[in-house]
């Protein structure tokens, strides 16, 4: 089985800006969304892919992800995906042996940023850099697919100084 171990991260300052190494555009639409599973299409750059990724809340959890047609990706964000589309900017960058990718996003969501690290066990080491403040692998308002039923944009005034707090 395919798995996830992915953790999540607030931001603490914008030191990470210098360290990337590239970044894409990226827009993704859901077409399921239900307690087992979620089924989302995404276009980053050039590359587009269908992703069936399990709801299970943490750091570890079920993931599977195809090449599919450019294309058809279009079509079905345009037509088939819920609404609002979640619209990124992921920043790519290497700290102490490990890929980084930070997420800036836009539309419905902007004004949020998470750094996000995926390892190959869940007992893997790895080193926090200065700029990176508090985990929320665990907090269900942080992923992606919550971001579509409630973006940050509606975010209530405490939850948004909760989370500047929290960085």
């Not at 991260?9 to 639409?29: A, H, M, T």
């Not at 619209?87 to 539309?107: P, Q, S």
Request: proline content about 4%; aromatic content about 10%.
């Amino acid at each position: 089985m395919a798995v996830e171990i992915e953790h999540k991260f607030l931001l603490i300052s914008d030191e990470w800006r210098n360290l990337v190494s590239r970044s894409e555009v990226v827009r993704q639409g859901y077409l399921s969304n239900n307690p087992a599973a979620s089924v989302r299409i995404r276009i980053a750059n050039d590359q587009a892919s269908l992703n069936i990724k399990g709801m299970t809340i943490g750091i570890h959890r079920p993931e599977y992800e195809y090449s599919i047609p450019w294309q058809d990706a279009v079509e079905m964000l345009n037509q088939l995906c819920a609404r609002p589309l979640i619209e990124k900017t992921r920043h790519f960058l290497e700290f102490a042996g490990k890929t980084w990718e930070i997420d800036e996003f836009a539309g419905e969501n902007l004004g949020l940023i998470v750094a996000e690290l995926e390892l190959t066990a869940i007992s893997e080491y790895f080193q926090k850099p200065t700029w990176v403040g508090k985990e929320v692998s665990g907090i269900e308002r942080y992923y992606n697919v919550s971001l579509l039923t409630y973006p940050y944009s509606q975010w209530t005034e405490a939850e948004k100084t909760e989370h500047a707090d929290a960085a």
